[in-house]
C-alpha cells in the first residue's frame, strides 16, 4: 500500500464551500503564517540593536526565542480544535490580531527585556492560533486538485518571514531604528487579516477521547503524533541552520554582510522548493509521505558539508539542507489533510506543535554545544536530527495506513 487513503469526506467527494475563493485563501494563509512567525525572527534580525537599547545578552536572545515557540507548542494541540470550531476566517483574524499586536507593542512600549518576552508571549498565541488555522483555510479554499501546491505556498510563509526580516536590517533597522521595523511588520497581519474569506467552522467537531478523536471525523492521534515527532526532528535541524547560519559562516571566515546575503538566498530557496514539492504533490495520487522521508534523508547530506567548516562548502551544504530539509512541511501537511478532511486544524495540530517544539530544542541544544564543544560537533548532531525525522515519517506513514486499512 503505497498512498494514505482519504475516509473523511462523508462519501461526498468535496467539501460544498470549497473552492470558491481560492486567491483569498491563499493570500490570507501565507500573510498570517509570515505574521505569525515575524516577531521572532525579527528579534533575532535585529538583536544587535535591541540588546544594546534593552540589555539582553546572545544567551537571553536564544531564550527569548525558544520562549516564542515553546508557548506556541503547548498551545498548538488545542488550537487546532478552536480552529475547526471558529472557522478559518475567525481563526486566522483573531491570530492576526495577536501578531500584529506583538510587533506594535515592541515597537512602542518594549523598553525592557522582560516586556519583550511579554510582547512576544501574545505573538506565540497567535502562532498557536494561524498554524492550523491557515491549514484549514486553504482546505476549505482551495480546491483539492490543487491542494499539493497550495500548501506548499502556505508552507512558504516561514521562509518568507527571514528572508522579511533580514531584509528590514539593511533597509529600517539601520537608517531608522529597530522600533520602525517592528512597526512596519503590522502591514504583514493586517493584510492577513482583510483578505480572508468567509468560510464557515465545521459542522463536526472532533474530540479526542482515549487517545483519538471521535465524531463523523474519527482522528487517530497514534500515527499523528509520530508524524508530530517527525516535524520536530526536522524542524530542530532547519531552524537550527536558519538561526546560526550567519554566526557560523562568520566563524569559518565569511564576510557578515555577505553571510547575510547567503542566509536571505538560502531561504528564498526554501520558499521554491516547498512551492515545487507542492506542484510535484499534486501531479502524483500516492507517495507524498515517502517524498517526505526522502527530502529528511537527503539533506543530512548538506549538514554535514557545513559540518566541515570550509568557506566553500558551508554555505552550499547550508543551503542544501535548507532546501531540501525544510520544503516537506507542505508536504506531510498535504497528506495528513487528504485523509481528514473535516476536521484539518485538529489533525494538523500535531504538526505544527511539533514544528513548533523543534523550533525551541533544535536551537537551544545546538548553541550549548557549539559554546561548549564545536560548530562540527553541532551539524553533525543536527544532521542526525534529520535522519531520525526521515525515519519517523516512515513509522507514521505505515502506522496511518495500517488503521486505514483496517477501517476497509
Known amino acids: 500500500m503505497s498512498e494514505v487513503p482519504r475516509v473523511t469526506d462523508g462519501g461526498h467527494g468535496k467539501n460544498l464551500e470549497q473552492g470558491t475563493r481560492p486567491l483569498a485563501a491563499l493570500m490570507s494563509a501565507v500573510s498570517s503564517q509570515t505574521a505569525a512567525v515575524i516577531p521572532a525572527f525579527l528579534v533575532g534580525a535585529l538583536a544587535l540593536e535591541m540588546g544594546d537599547e534593552l540589555r539582553f545578552s546572545e544567551g537571553s536572545l536564544g531564550g527569548a526565542v525558544a520562549f516564542f515557540f515553546l508557548l506556541a507548542a503547548v498551545i498548538s494541540p488545542y488550537a487546532g480544535t478552536l480552529s475547526d470550531r471558529l472557522g478559518p476566517q475567525r481563526s486566522l483574524r483573531i491570530a492576526n490580531l495577536l501578531s500584529g499586536a506583538a510587533v506594535l507593542l515592541v515597537a512602542t512600549v518594549a523598553y525592557s527585556y522582560w516586556f519583550l518576552l511579554l510582547f512576544l508571549g501574545v505573538g506565540a498565541i497567535g502562532l498557536a492560533i494561524a498554524g492550523p488555522g491557515t491549514k484549514t483555510m486553504v482546505a476549505r479554499g482551495v480546491p483539492l486538485r490543487h491542494h499539493g501546491l497550495a500548501f506548499g505556498i502556505q508552507a512558504g510563509g516561514v521562509p518568507l518571514a527571514i528572508v522579511l526580516a533580514g531584509l528590514s536590517v539593511p533597509l529600517i533597522g539601520i537608517p531608522a531604528g529597530w522600533r520602525w521595523a517592528f512597526a512596519v511588520a503590522v502591514v504583514v497581519p493586517v493584510v492577513g487579516f482583510l483578505v480572508a474569506p468567509p468560510y464557515q467552522a465545521a459542522t463536526t467537531i472532533a474530540v479526542r477521547t482515549a487517545g483519538k478523536s471521535r465524531g463523523l471525523s474519527e482522528i487517530e492521534y497514534g500515527p499523528l503524533t509520530m508524524l508530530g515527532i517527525a516535524a520536530a526532528l526536522g524542524s530542530a535541524a532547519t531552524t537550527t541552520m536558519a538561526a546560526f547560519f550567519v554566526s557560523a559562516a562568520t566563524d569559518a571566515g565569511i564576510d557578515p554582510a555577505t553571510a547575510g546575503y547567503l542566509l536571505a538566498g538560502a531561504s528564498g530557496s526554501v520558499v521554491?522548493?516547498?512551492?515545487?514539492?507542492?506542484?510535484?504533490?499534486?501531479?502524483?495520487?500516492?507517495?507524498?509521505?515517502?517524498?517526505?522521508?526522502?527530502?529528511?534523508?537527503?539533506?543530512?547530506?548538506?549538514?554535514?558539508?557545513?559540518?566541515?567548516?570550509?568557506?566553500?562548502?558551508?554555505?552550499?551544504?547550508?543551503?542544501?539542507?535548507?532546501?531540501?530539509?525544510?520544503?516537506?512541511?507542505?508536504?506531510?501537511?498535504?497528506?495528513?489533510?487528504?485523509?481528514?478532511?473535516?476536521?484539518?486544524?485538529?489533525?494538523?495540530?500535531?504538526?505544527?506543535?511539533?514544528?513548533?517544539?523543534?523550533?525551541?530544542?533544535?536551537?537551544?541544544?545546538?548553541?550549548?554545544?557549539?559554546?561548549?564543544?564545536?560548530?562540527?560537533?553541532?551539524?553533525?548532531?543536527?544532521?542526525?536530527?534529520?535522519?531520525?525525522?526521515?525515519?519517523?515519517?516512515?513509522?507514521?506513514?505505515?502506522?496511518?495506513?495500517?488503521l486505514l486499512a483496517e477501517r476497509m
Do not use: C
Not at 501531479?283 to 517524498?291: F, M, V, Y
Not at 554555505?315 to 473535516?342: E, K, N
Not at 554545544?369 to 553541532?378: A, D, K, L, P
Not at 515519517?393 to 496511518?400: I, K, N, P, T, Y
Open 272 to 402: 521554491a522548493m516547498r512551492i515545487l514539492m507542492g506542484y510535484v504533490a499534486d501531479q502524483r495520487e500516492a507517495g507524498h509521505l515517502h517524498i517526505v522521508t526522502a527530502l529528511l534523508a537527503i539533506s543530512t547530506l548538506g549538514y554535514l558539508a557545513a559540518s566541515t567548516g570550509s568557506k566553500t562548502l558551508l554555505p552550499i551544504g547550508a543551503t542544501f539542507a535548507l532546501g531540501a530539509g525544510w520544503a516537506w512541511s507542505g508536504l506531510i501537511v498535504h497528506a495528513v489533510v487528504r485523509v481528514y478532511r473535516d476536521s484539518p486544524g485538529a489533525a494538523t495540530s500535531m504538526i505544527s506543535g511539533g514544528l513548533n517544539v523543534g523550533g525551541v530544542i533544535g536551537p537551544l541544544v545546538f548553541g550549548q554545544i557549539v559554546e561548549h564543544v564545536s560548530y562540527r560537533v553541532g551539524f553533525t548532531m543536527i544532521a542526525v536530527s534529520a535522519f531520525l525525522g526521515a525515519v519517523a515519517v516512515e513509522q507514521g506513514r505505515r502506522r496511518l495506513e495500517q
